[in-house]
Every structure is written in C-alpha cells, then in structure tokens.
C-alpha cells in the first residue's frame, strides 16, 4: 500500500473530514474515509501527528479502587464507562491536561504520576487522533464535572464492582474494557 493523497471533505467544529486515497499491491486507486481534529492537514503533515488528548487510569492511594466515568456520549446515545480523558490544551503537556482533565471532570486531584504511556491511537479505523495514556493515583472528594456540557458520573470502583460491570454487560469504550478485564482477571494469565 502506499499513499497517494489526502483532500479535506468536510470541515466541522471540531472534527474535519478527509478523503486518503492510496495505491494498492496491484496499483489499484482506492479510497479511505478519515476524520481528524486537525483542520490542516496536508500530504506531507498526514501521519506526523502529536497526541492531541489525554486518558487517565486512576487508581485511589491505596490502590485498591479504580476511578471510572459514567458518561453520557452523543455518538452512542446512551451512558458509557470509561476513564476519565480530555483535549490538550495549546502549550500544555500530557501530564499538565491529566491534571487538569482529571480535576474538571471529577474535582479529584493527581497525587502521583505511576506512568505516562507513549502515544497510542484513539480509534486508528477512523481516525488519525493519538491519545496519551496517564496511570496514576489521586485523591480528594469527587465532584460534578465542571462543564455543564458533561454528563459525568465518576466512582471509585473495587476489583469487584468492576466484575459485576463486566458480568452485567455495561457498556464502556474499548481501552477501558480491556484495562479492567485485565486487572480483575490478571491472575488468570499466570
């Protein structure tokens, strides 16, 4: 496969639109649909993107609960769990918006730093969007998000409660699941 071009569709508020086209093995033209939060790009900007969000696993001090959002999303007309996660601001790091992501949305405050993962994508199907992953701990009264465009419900959750969430069937984005199947079944794979 090799790229060919990219020209801008459709552009959003915050989503723009592009059609790629790329040759095949055979030297076939095909076509691929993308959205991107990157109004601008160009042949030569596509795929030289930085992370442009942040997520947050987020344990409490002791460790021994994990923080999940119950959050109302648009596209999925329904509640989804998932980690607390954001935009990064112009001139913030990735560790800078956790913080900051992480004290709008819940009133929680980050304690400690455990991790800052690389960059990895968001919905690489889809879209071009690179997200950094912040492991940490955090402490302090949970409150509304500060946004009142966000519906969120945050909860510390035990090993527990996370299997019954899972049990039941909840819905929740798909680097969530994965986490936390991970973390109540990690004994498993030993």
Request: a neutral charge; aromatic letters at 10%.
């Amino acid at each position: 496969m090799k790229f060919v071009d990219i020209k801008k569709i459709h552009q959003g508020k915050f989503l723009t639109y592009y059609i790629a086209s790329y040759s095949t093995k055979s030297g076939s033209i095909k076509e691929y649909e993308l959205v991107s939060r990157n109004p601008n790009l160009t042949n030569d900007s596509f795929g030289n993107n930085g992370p442009v969000g942040v997520g947050l696993v987020t344990f409490s001090v002791d460790k021994k609960k994990i923080l999940l959002s119950k959050e109302f999303r648009l596209a999925t007309k329904r509640f989804v769990y998932n980690f607390p996660a954001g935009l990064i601001d112009e001139g913030e790091s990735p560790l800078e918006a956790a913080k900051r992501e992480l004290k709008e949305e819940t009133g929680l405050s980050l304690v400690d730093t455990i991790a800052v993962l690389s960059p990895s994508y968001a919905s690489q199907g889809t879209s071009d969007e690179l997200m950094t992953i912040v492991i940490c701990t955090c402490e302090g009264e949970i409150k509304e998000s500060c946004y009142e465009v966000e519906e969120i419900k945050a909860k510390w959750y035990t090993k527990k409660e996370v299997q019954e969430l899972l049990n039941k069937g909840e819905y929740m984005s798909v680097r969530t699941q994965m986490f936390l199947w991970q973390w109540v079944n990690g004994d498993l794979l030993k």
